[in-house]
């Protein structure tokens, strides 16, 4: 009765939105590139690991880390996937195994849309950079959908000369958080 009377007057528990473990099964990190300036190369993280504080009512104390490990990087050649993973003017994964997202701030930017704000880390390069995201909730959880275009040249992927590659790599997001 008194959770009723709270719902019917606006008071909420918040800590019901609350999600700190992510749905892998149903998440997905993928990312197209152009080669040769009409081919689309098309892939996907085979792994990631997913640190989630999140609670859309609490956006000031939540966050959203990921890293994508790069041997987990998968584009349907396995010759290609190893130049990607190994090569040091590629990802160099010996030396960096690891893509990480940290993210420093979350807000509302309009309805159904966030801003991530943090700091992307490939290589040795790290850049401050903005996620848009919509969003949806449900009662198993949230559902993020990120779409981001990288300037590889920002993170010294590929050869900087070379325009066998083009220059932005779209990445799409799709991640679940449960409840």
Do not use: C
């Not at 990802?91 to 990480?100: A, L, T, V």
């Not at 701030?105 to 490939?122: A, H, P, T, W, Y």
């Amino acid at each position: 009765m008194i959770s009723r009377l709270a719902r019917v007057f606006g008071a909420v528990d918040k800590t019901q939105f609350r999600s700190t473990a992510a749905h892998y099964e149903a998440s997905q990190f993928n990312f197209t590139a152009v080669n040769m300036r009409f081919n689309k190369v098309k892939g996907f993280f085979k792994e990631v690991v997913i640190d989630a504080d999140f609670n859309i009512h609490e956006l000031e104390t939540s966050h959203l880390n990921l890293r994508w490990p790069v041997k987990g990087i998968r584009t349907g050649i396995a010759e290609r996937d190893q130049q990607l993973i190994s090569a040091p003017h590629f990802f160099n994964g010996e030396d960096y195994p690891d893509i990480i997202f940290k993210s420093r701030e979350i807000r509302m930017e309009g309805k159904n849309q966030l801003v991530f704000s943090g700091d992307l880390f490939i290589k040795e390069h790290r850049r401050s950079i903005a996620l848009y995201a919509g969003y949806q909730y449900d009662k198993s959880g949230y559902q993020l959908f990120i779409d981001y275009d990288l300037d590889r040249f920002d993170f010294g992927i590929g050869e900087s000369g070379s325009f066998a590659i083009g220059r932005q790599i779209e990445l799409e997001f799709d991640i679940y958080l449960n409840i």
